[in-house]
């Protein structure tokens, strides 16, 4: 079983004695109920750090009063169980005590990232990311950290936050991990009905068209934005957050479609709000290149 430890000083201890030996660390973030896509961020790391730390931490911080934080999924022996398969050298649980004590006043804001796609509908939910995220750097100073592409938006906000706080860790931002009909792996997927499970897939599908046609020449973000809304809308139980067509960068709105882009949707199927994006390199002629 991979070692489990609660406090920050037993974390920097086993840190400070991985680094006497030489070893590069690599960090991976989570707040638990691992699934195939954090297995394949620890992958990543293990093959690129001598000594790997997951985080399990269910951050108070990022859930809204109407959000799930208490029925969020806390399958702590399962993930140390996936955490020893995966060689996981440590993994790090702290309790909401010990990473937000009595008198805790400091939070980090990252400006105008934060207010667009997610950030009207989740107030303050990326203050906390940024807030965690930079206290779990400062507790446990990694080399490389390791991040989902799923969450573009989160990533995009950390990325701004290392470069203004001249921070020395290394981001690696990794694929999205798909189910076989498309479907981004979440620990929220496991909240859907058998029917709303099969709606849900309808996310990838209108990405993926929209993806077609900017293949094919299109460069009309409103049209490639009301292409996904019809797709999405015609699906029964969808209850649409936001579509959106943003620069990848910036993370505003744009016109025509050049450069690094990004397609992005939040979706609701009943109460689980699901979200999906591609990421794409477009040039100004007809074809294109596109990763996720």
Do not use: W
């Amino acid at each position: 079983m991979t070692p489990a430890v609660k406090t920050i000083a037993a974390v920097r201890d086993a840190v400070a004695q991985a680094r006497q030996r030489g070893l590069s660390i690599g960090l991976v973030p989570t707040m638990g109920a691992l699934h195939e896509g954090h297995v394949s961020l620890i992958r990543a790391a293990r093959d690129e750090n001598g000594f790997v730390v997951v985080s399990i931490f269910v951050n108070p911080a990022q859930f809204g009063p109407q959000e799930d934080l208490a029925r969020y999924p806390r399958p702590l022996q399962q993930d140390l169980e996936i955490c020893a398969r995966e060689r996981v050298d440590l993994a790090f649980v702290p309790d909401v005590p010990e990473m937000y004590p009595p008198g805790f006043r400091t939070y980090l804001e990252v400006k105008e990232l934060t207010d667009v796609l997610c950030g009207p509908s989740r107030p303050g939910h990326f203050r906390g990311v940024a807030t965690v995220v930079l206290k779990l750097f400062n507790i446990i100073g990694p080399d490389v950290a390791y991040f989902g592409q799923k969450d573009a938006q989160q990533a995009r906000i950390i990325e701004q936050m290392v470069r203004d706080l001249n921070m020395t860790v290394r981001l690696r931002i990794c694929p999205i991990v798909r189910e076989p009909d498309g479907l981004a792996l979440s620990s929220r997927n496991q909240y859907l009905d058998p029917n709303q499970r099969r709606e849900a897939s309808v996310l990838y599908r209108a990405l993926s068209e929209a993806r077609t046609r900017i293949d094919e020449g299109e460069r009309d973000a409103a049209r490639l934005q009301r292409l996904m809304t019809d797709r999405i809308a015609a699906t029964a139980g969808a209850a649409i957050d936001y579509i959106a067509v943003v620069d990848a960068d910036t993370l505003r709105p744009i016109e025509r479609l050049e450069g690094e882009v990004l397609l992005a949707v939040a979706v609701k199927f009943g109460a689980t709000r699901l979200i999906d994006n591609v990421k794409l390199q477009v040039p100004p002629s007809c074809a294109c290149s596109a990763a996720e």
